[in-house]
T-cell receptor, first 118, second 112 residues
């Protein structure tokens, strides 16, 4: 069964540094997402991406975050200047999307990248 | 925004016991999924179930969309079932809203 793959599985960085988290969504999917989970808390939506642009973003997704689909397969999340509070598990997800008036298709999640900011 | 309430927050079971986890949500939904987060932090998709009933081995799920709740049943629990179970919903929006809102989860511990 096709999977969403994320690299690296664990990233340690110093406060103020830039990090790029990488994801390869499932090949025929059209919608891409980033979520994050601070340790011990619930999973939170960051951003959704469709047709090479952001379709929705949460309040968490401020100017220090950006997403990009640099080629036909990769989907990246960049954090420009990391803060201690950015330490979390970051999940990439993808879905086929939905037709008007029908249920949305399921989101498929990757295994996550654990980001530790020191 | 949509509210998602899961109960119970914590559950301890003897191996072999059955359990029911509940998810209540405050608005109509376009999507509902159940996930199991294992000890390594991975989110395993269990069910995509915006309505109806599905079964997969020892697990089954039912969503009653008109009454805004979903149930996850675990039968003959095993120690490998331990972890956190999340319910996540996408609120209905004709324009298309593609964000899942997660509940706080039910932490399940199955003891031998």
């Amino acid at each position: 069964e096709p999977e969403v793959t994320q690299t690296p599985s664990h990233q340690v960085t110093q406060m103020g540094q830039e990090v790029i988290l990488r994801c390869v969504p499932i090949s025929n999917h059209l919608y891409f997402y980033w979520y994050r989970q601070i340790l011990g808390q619930k999973v939170e939506f960051l951003v959704s991406f469709y047709n090479n642009e952001i379709s929705e973003k949460s309040e968490i997704f401020d100017d220090q975050f950006s997403v990009e689909r640099p080629d036909g397969s990769n989907f990246t999340l960049k954090i420009r200047s990391t803060k201690l509070e950015d330490s979390a598990m970051y999940f990439c997800a993808s879905s086929v999307g939905r037709e008007w008036g029908s249920y949305n298709s399921p989101l498929h999640f990757g295994n996550g990248t654990r980001l530790t900011v020191t | 925004g949509i509210q998602v309430e899961q109960s119970p927050p914590d559950l301890i079971l003897q191996e072999g016991a059955n359990s029911t986890l509940r998810c209540n949500f405050s608005d109509s939904v376009n999507n509902l999924q159940w996930f199991h987060q294992n000890p390594w932090g991975q989110l395993i998709n269990l069910f995509y179930i915006p309505s109806g009933t599905k079964q997969n081995g020892r697990l089954s799920a039912t969503t009653v969309a008109t009454e805004r709740y979903s149930l996850l049943y675990i039968s003959s629990s095993q120690t490998t079932d331990s972890g956190v179970y999340f319910c996540a919903v996408e609120p209905y929006s004709g324009a298309g809203s593609y964000q899942l809102t997660f509940g706080k989860g039910t932490k399940l511990s199955v003891i031998p």
